[in-house]
């Protein structure tokens, strides 16, 4: 199952960065092997100045058709990680080919755009900044693989 970050804005060099980075190559290199990934980055930015509409257009068009889609949102459900890796371990083995993840701009996620995912995942109630957000996304992904492997990394 290819996986797909979605999310406005470009993040630039930086310790949000480089934490992502090194999450998303351990998850390539835990996941390959159950399923999960490879892993792509998709960065919209709206130049405009068109608010979460123009996003929601851009993040569209950067979404593969056909994939399952999970929107990043505070009101959405609170998983916990074996919980989520468990979703993750469903989805791939109900053959979905494509899992994309959308994350919102200053102002969050489209209300209508936001209504056409699949489901709603929350990292808690508080408002996180998409960077943030992106890292912990990344880090979520790689602990579910781990949890999934058998890894020692999680041990709750």
């Known amino acids: 199952m290819r996986l797909h970050l979605c999310a406005v804005g470009r ?5 949000e960065r480089a934490l992502i980075d090194d999450y998303l190559k351990r ?3 835990t996941g390959r ?17 068109g608010g979460m509409s123009a996003e929601a257009t ?6 593969p058709t ?10 959405g459900v609170a998983l916990s990680s074996p919980e989520f890796a468990a979703l993750l371990a469903r989805w791939r083995d109900d053959g979905c080919a494509d899992l994309a993840f959308f994350i919102g701009g200053a102002d969050g ?3 209508d755009f936001r209504q056409g995912g699949d489901q709603a995942v929350s990292f808690g109630a508080m408002v996180w900044p998409h960077a943030l957000v ?10 579910a693989a781990s949890i999934l492997a058998g890894s020692p990394y999680h041990r709750a």
């Open 11 to 15: 993040l630039r060099a930086g310790p």
């Open 27 to 29: 998850l390539d290199r």
């Open 33 to 49: 092997a159950l399923g999960l990934g490879p892993t792509a980055e998709h960065e919209v930015e709206d130049r405009r100045g």
């Open 58 to 63: 851009l993040l569209e068009r950067a979404c």
């Open 66 to 75: 056909g994939a399952r889609r999970v929107m990043l949102d505070e009101r």
């Open 109 to 111: 996620l489209d209300p």
């Open 134 to 143: 992106r890292v912990m996304l990344a880090e979520q992904l790689y602990r």
